[in-house]
């Protein structure tokens, strides 16, 4: 039966070919936007797998991650270095990392943060991030770069980059006069921080700052001898004073001295932690967003309800998770659509078979009348149908996981060094295999129909003529 089966099809392979195909790209197109669904969920979840809570201003809980995550975006008002202590300080905080934002390199964001960041932050389900080549900034002039952008720009330990402001490719204002010198370039990790610049606190505050302006009188060289006799006038004055402030006030300066020495002697003995403030060197005015780890997961509601009573700001505590279920509902409308593109495409490639079985059955009726006539039962003829079906939707499977395997080859280096995702090629998820078997067997129920088309057929009508 397999035998004739298989010469049945090669007798109409141009045919059967184009079957084969358009079950082909049904399979590849339905699996690969489950595939890449998955993935795409997936790499959202990693890069937020180590942080408990992200703490910023009062916003859209969605928005906050994907600036502070994601570096897509920003968190609109920043908060206090005072509201950073007074959270730092929380019973139920193990640590924090403040996150300040607003800068980018050649389209890549900059991120200022301490090296904590580097000691704290996890992915990919616990991961901590490794250095493939140097060390954190010790400096405020260091760097240190992700994995992409290393990639894209060739950059390794000792060269110096410029940032700008403005997020995304927007430069309003190029830094060449504050270059920063990478000190380390990160693993790759298959995240957002792939595609981070991070810098120091001090670093990134120091780009922001008003450089001071000096004002300068254009008539000052008029009146120059004038100026300098008015100035040795003004010194010799001074002098004076001086001498006469010397002696006035030497007994209490003596006095003062004593006093002086006696409160460095305090401070000797002061507790040397009271103005540590975590071990920031640099306290900016203001930063964006704070990453925290807490002590204990149940004190989520806790940390929020105090946050959310705090009177001096008003901040918000976001959860990751949260945050991506409610970006997976605003997104679930395009997945959806995905889908049902999928689908369509799956149920036409299904109905391109059918159709070339029934146009056959009229050309092959005198075959079947000639099996029935050699002792072939109907219901042989009828499995002889259905194994055709299996052995096109067989070859249509294979071919379309096959041709999405090379395809995942050609286009894995583009959404990674585009849209940090990172299919890659492997066995089929059970998820994916249900799929491919939820293909197959409608197929095969499509295939009863000119089965039983053939089942009916007599003897007589494959040997009378038709006109």
Known sequence: MFDLCLKSLLNRRFVAM?????????????????RLRAEARAGFANSASGIDLIIAARGNDVQILMATIFGVGSTGAGISWDSYEMIEELPQISWTVPIMMGDNHRGYPVIGTSEYYFEHFRHSG???????????????????????????????????????????????????????????????????VDRMVFVSLEGFDALHK????????????????????????????????????????????????????????????????????GGHDHEPATI???????????????????????????????????????????TRTAETALRLMAGAVAMAGIIGMVVMLSA??????????????????PAGVFSLILLEAVLLLSAGIVLGVIALSVLTLLI??????????????????????????????????????????????????GLSVRL
């Open 126 to 192: 616990g991961q901590q991030l490794v250095f493939a080549e140097g060390v954190p900034f010790k400096s405020p002039e260091g760097a240190v770069i992700g994995a992409k952008v290393a990639q894209a720009f060739g950059y390794t330990t000792g060269t110096e980059i410029v940032n700008a402001h403005g997020s995304g490719e927007i430069a309003f204002d190029v830094h060449d006069e504050a270059p920063f010198t990478v000190t380390g370039v990160l693993g790759h990790t298959g995240t957002a």
């Open 360 to 377: 056959s059955l009229d050309n092959r009726r005198r075959e079947f009348a000639i099996l029935r006539s050699v002792g072939a039962t």
């Open 288 to 330: 964006n967003a704070i990453f925290a780890g807490l002590e204990e997961k149940t004190a989520v509601l806790s940390i929020q309800r105090q946050l959310a009573d705090h009177r001096d700001e008003a901040l918000t505590a976001v959860l990751p998770n949260v945050a991506l279920l409610q970006l997976w509902s605003i």
């Open 412 to 461: 894995d280096p583009i959404l990674a060094a585009n849209f940090g995702l990172r299919i890659g090629v492997g066995l089929p998820s059970v998820r994916e295999v249900l799929l491919i078997a939820l293909v197959f067997c409608s197929g095969l129920l499509a295939s009863i129909i000119p089965a039983l088309r053939v089942y009916r057929m007599t003897l007589s009508d």
């Open 18 to 34: 184009l079957t084969v195909l358009s079950i082909a790209l049904s399979v590849a197109l339905i699996v690969g936007v489950e």
């Open 210 to 277: 008003e450089p001071a302006s000096k004002v300068a009188d254009p008539f000052v060289m008029v009146d120059a001898p004038e100026a300098a006799e008015e100035h040795e006038d003004h010194d010799t004055a001074h002098s004076h004073k001086a001498d006469h402030a010397d002696s006035e006030f030497s007994d209490e300066h003596v006095k003062h001295g004593e006093s002086h020495g006696h409160d460095d002697d305090h401070a000797q003995h002061s507790d040397p932690d009271e103005h540590d403030h």
